[in-house]
Each structure stands twice: as C-alpha cells, then as structure tokens.
C-alpha cells in the first residue's frame, strides 16, 4: 500500500486501521479513556507515560513539536524497535527521519510498544508490561 494521493491514503487507512485493531486485539479507546502523564520536559517536546484509565496499562513515549508547526501537516506516529530512544536520536541527527518531519513542522509521538525499546527489557508484572 503506497498511497499517492488523499483516496488511495483513505483507502491505506482504513486497511492498517482493521489489521492493527486485529493485531492487537483492542480498539482505539474513546478520547475520555485514555491517560497520559508527563515524566520529563524536552527541549522540543516531553516524555510521557501513556494508558487508559482504570486499565493499569502504561506505554513510554516521547512528543516531539517542531519549533514552527505547519497546521496541514498531519502528526505522526512511529513505532520502531529501538521506541522511544530511537526518535529521540533520530530528532538531532542530520538527515534523520524525526528531524526531517520536524523541520517540515510536523508533530511527532513515538512509543515503546510492547517488546519494543525500554519496555523490551521491562519484567512482566501480573500479565502486563508496565513502566514505573
């Protein structure tokens, strides 16, 4: 799926949207549901800890704004397997992915997904993944 243009990106949507809600076996948590907690403040952004609340989950994350935001462009979600430190690096390094979107003024979340970055190496705690 490489979208060219607004409806074949629609269509890209709609498709990555059905497999990930299967993937994972969940779906998007309504606005009111999810809980986010700021653990430390970035020279372009901070650090997060992400969940929904009365769930006990709780993801790392890092939310990266650029110094002039373009309002058309889109935020963008990444999730690589190194998480969190990955976009942090990649936000300072030149020809980086994360520097590239800033520079265009995009916003940027990346998270630890499960067994990805620093939740990788955390200890299961009654069959979640937490992050203290």
């Known amino acids: 799926m490489l979208p060219r243009d607004r409806a074949t990106l629609e269509k890209a949507r709609a498709n990555f949207f059905e497999r990930l809600t299967f993937s994972l076996l969940d779906v998007r948590p309504v ?10 403040t970035l020279p372009n952004g901070e650090t997060l800890l992400l ?25 963008t979600l990444i999730v690589h397997p190194e998480g969190v430190a990955w976009v942090t690096s990649t ?4 020809g980086g992915l994360v520097k590239g979107i ?29 992050c203290d």
Do not use: H
């Open 31 to 40: 606005p009111g549901e999810v809980v986010s907690e700021k653990k430390e």
């Open 51 to 75: 969940g929904r609340a009365g769930k006990g989950d709780r993801i790392p994350a890092v939310w990266l704004a650029p110094q002039k935001a373009n309002p058309e462009a889109a935020p």
């Open 91 to 94: 936000s300072q390094r030149p």
């Open 102 to 130: 800033l520079d265009r003024g995009g916003t940027v979340l990346g998270i630890d997904a499960f067994q990805t970055g620093g939740v990788d190496k955390l200890p299961a705690k009654a069959g979640r993944f937490l």
